[in-house]
């Protein structure tokens, strides 16, 4: 079988030294390009079998139907979520496949690492013990111990945060389309969510249903001092809602990893430059928000498997007539579609 050639978008410095370490053998041959695939930079695809790309990569239906008259075979996401791809409209004209878990740890743990982060100041004592300034005012906090956390999202990421937040003595109730049985979690109605928790973290995909879940409605119903986690997709959020509601001191933090315009700016260097997004700005610029920009996937352990599992996921679509992390419109509304994963789902 001919070399499978690879045209690799997005790709950052980290990406690069992961694929290359995974395939140090050279039996792919990739194309690294910097440019996120769009239908402009759809043509740098021509010639090669597979494109792989990330979250911010615009997989739409024209770029669909380009890739597709190119003769490119399968659209490998290096990523778990799919919501950048028409996978509605690319049935039955190109396959995509998905890493759909490398590190639920990596996510979980930033999860964590952001809420202590936010709740205990150390955003706020880093900067000034730096500046040799050890005093305490303003940095109170509280204790998570015995605190109500309302997870909504039980699949991988959201489970191993719930068993974090058990180990932190936390009680914790969840929502989820489609509750695990027998997995000793409390599930309550979305509105409980609401109104119980004093803190509310999303580890749910983003779908049409559920975009702006969070919103000025259902900031009502919540807890005042409520903190808020998302490290899911920005737009489960709706962000200008969002400012309202600290502004209002009804959201007591806010931390958020990803953010509903994030693929403007997020990724890139923007420090000597003026952002133009007001509302990320008013985010930024307030004591009680902290944001990184879609960093909680990334550690050595999740990019090695981010990797092999690609790797696996395209050996496993040219090699054999299996597809077993493959993506289409049916299995992602049937969330176990047995049939879909035997075979290739078109
Ligand atoms: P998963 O597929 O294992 O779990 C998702 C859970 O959400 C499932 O239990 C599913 O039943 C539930 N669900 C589906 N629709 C829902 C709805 N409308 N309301 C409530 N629950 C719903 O996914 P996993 O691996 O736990 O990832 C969760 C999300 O985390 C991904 O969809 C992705 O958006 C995000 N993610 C973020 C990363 C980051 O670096 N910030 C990295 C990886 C994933």
Redesign the pocket.
Known sequence: METIKIAFFDAKEYDRSSFINSNSNGEFKIKFYETRLSEDTCPLAEGFDVVCVF?NDDVNKAVIDKLKDMGVKLIALR???Y?NVDIEYAYEKIHVVRV???S?Y??AE?AMALLLTSIRRIHKAYIRTKDFNFSLNGLTGFDLHGKTVGV?????????FIDICRGFGMKIIA??????ADSGIEYVS?DEIWERSDIIS??????A??KH?INAETMEKMKKGVVIIN???GALIDSEALVEGIKARKIGAACL??YEEESNVFFHDYSNHIVNDDTLARLISMPNVIVTS?????TNE?LKNIADTTFDNIREFFERDTCSNEICYKCANL?NCNQAHEKKCF
């Open positions: 979250v990523c778990a979520g919501n759909p878990a490398y639920p990596a996510v930033h909504i999202g039980t699949g991988k990421i959201g489970r191993i929502y989820d389309k489609f509750p695990a979305l999303l580890h749910c995909p983003l779908t249903e559920n879940m490290t899911s997709r990893d990803v879609h960093q909680a996937f990334l999740a969330a």
